[in-house]
């Protein structure tokens, strides 16, 4: 018994093995978070791992290989998307349409165009109307809004007879579509524009924050910022003010910090609005996870809680790249690794400063 959950466990952790795209030479492999190749470059065209599978292009044709590197899925596709839910969107004699793992079609409700899988749903589309299926190609929300919004962290916005609300991933409505702008769902909140009146929804219930012209989404904590006479402060998930409108730009707190901006220069805040890190940067990037926060001086390096320069200012940091949709986190530390550029080459640092198998690339992309 202990042999095979030991061999169980061992497939757990293969499957769940991390690797990033990466670029050199014109081919495009995969390194693991040891900086070795996984898979070396070999094609001229190559796309992320997703669902344990990555679409290559081989001889003019999309298929499918392994984090193994074998082909499992035959190139015979013109074009091919991410595996998501166990689902794929692929492209054949300039017809759409999903396929599984095995590379067999599946029939799914009729849709004017075919979407991606994201978060266990794809959209349909009928006469100009948006609605929603599972995996198993059965119709959870009915073609009737007008805009269905990529779903985050099981949420969606939706827009219907001109009016945004929110809903989840069965397709309940948890916020009425009424308002003329909402923001994402946090802890049962978002943030919501109701004419010209900005405020704050939770449980159906919108309370106008005076003053306000905008409100950004809470992301990490329970605090996120506000607009008021042309300065940014910062409310709690009641709509109070917890640090009074006094920056001239900011960003979201993260480990109980928060970058903030007067006279164009950067620095941090905590909770009390007491700046602890010194307005003293041409710009200033959210603290990771892992405790670490970029930061500009010529270049950007990275600073701990302390304020202190940990790594040297000798990186690029801008989001882009292949994927070229970066969340604000991504930008510096995930799960202990950066994705930045030196000296025109990308690859990916520790939290030690030191590069990632000594290897820099023509591109990288965040590990998936």
Request: with cysteine.
């Amino acid at each position: 018994m202990k042999k095979y959950l030991l061999l169980f466990l061992f497939s757990q952790i293969f499957y769940a093995q991390e690797n990033a795209l990466v670029k050199q030479n014109d081919k495009f492999g995969y390194i693991t978070k040891t900086g070795n190749f996984s898979i070396e470059p070999q094609y001229k065209v190559a796309k992320n791992f997703s669902d344990g599978l990555a679409a290559v292009e081989k001889d003019g044709k999309w298929g499918f290989i392994n984090t193994k590197g074998e082909m499992v899925i035959a190139p015979i596709y013109s074009n091919a998307k991410y595996f998501n839910s166990g689902i794929c969107v692929v492209e054949k004699d300039k017809k759409w349409f999903y396929i599984n793992k095995k590379g067999e079609e599946l029939k799914m409700p009729a849709s004017d165009k075919v979407f991606d899988f994201e978060d266990g749903v794809a959209f349909i589309k009928v006469n100009d109307k948006v609605g929603l299926i599972n995996p198993k190609g059965e119709i959870i929300v009915q073609p009737t809004y007008q805009v269905i919004k990529s779903f985050e962290k099981g949420f969606a916005k939706v827009k219907q007879n001109d009016k945004w609300g929110i809903i989840d991933n069965k397709g309940k409505l948890v916020v009425e579509t009424i308002y003329d702008e909402v923001g994402s769902y946090y802890k049962g909140t978002t943030w919501a524009r109701l004419g010209t009146a900005f405020g704050l929804v939770n449980a159906n219930k919108f309370q106008a924050i005076d003053g306000v012209d905008k409100i950004w989404d809470f992301l990490y904590q329970d605090v996120t910022y506000a607009r008021k006479n042309d300065k940014i402060g910062f409310i709690d998930l009641k709509g109070n003010w917890i640090i009074e409108p006094k920056f001239d730009k900011a960003k979201a707190f993260h480990k109980n910090l928060a970058p903030v901006c007067i006279n164009k220069k950067w620095g941090y805040v905590n909770l009390k609005g007491e700046v602890v890190i010194g307005l003293s940067y041409p710009d200033a990037e959210i603290f990771s996870k892992d405790g670490l926060a970029p930061v500009k001086i010529k270049e950007w390096g990275f600073i701990d809680e302390t304020g202190k320069l940990v790594i040297p200012a000798d990186y690029q940091i801008t989001a882009g790249g292949l994927a070229s949709m970066f969340k604000e986190d991504d930008k510096g530390f995930v799960n202990g690794l950066a994705r930045v550029k030196h000296k025109g080459k990308w690859g990916f640092i520790t939290k030690e400063g030191k590069a990632l198998g000594d290897k820099w690339f023509d591109n990288a992309e965040l590990f998936q």
